[in-house]
Nanobody, 112 residues
Framework: QVQLVESGGGSVQAGGSLRLSCAAS????????MAWYRQAPGKQRELVATITSDHTTAYPDSVKGRFTISRDGANAMIYLQMNSLKPEDTAVYYCATGNGYWGQGTQVTVSS
């Protein structure tokens, strides 16, 4: 059974930082592309960051230079370091595998 469990969300002021974590189980972690998505109220789910099995990363322009995705193969974890947060980063953040498994999400709220 595949499980993805996010943690680390919370409330922060603009300019602050948060680090999200995702613990994966039930998958061959080292083979999977992993990703972070987010969904703000009334908006479509948006891809935030991806990381391949060889640690190649990609980001949309909206977070490039502020967010960093990383993975720890030994512990089947992925992380999202978020710096210089903006109010528009407020959303529920989801961890996902490249083949369609999702976590339950963690709320990030950035106040101005």
């Amino acid at each position: 059974q595949v499980q993805l469990v996010e943690s680390g969300g919370g409330s922060v002021q603009a300019g602050g930082s948060l680090r999200l974590s995702c613990a994966a189980s039930g998958i061959i972690f080292r083979r999977n592309v992993m990703a972070w998505y987010r969904q703000a109220p009334g908006k479509q789910r948006e891809l935030v960051a991806t990381i391949t099995s060889d640690h190649t990363t990609a980001y949309p322009d909206s977070v490039k230079g502020r967010f960093t995705i990383s993975r720890d193969g030994a512990n089947a974890m992925i992380y999202l370091q978020m710096n210089s947060l903006k109010p528009e980063d407020t959303a529920v953040y989801y961890c996902a595998t490249g083949n369609g498994y999702w976590g339950q999400g963690t709320q990030v709220t950035v106040s101005s």
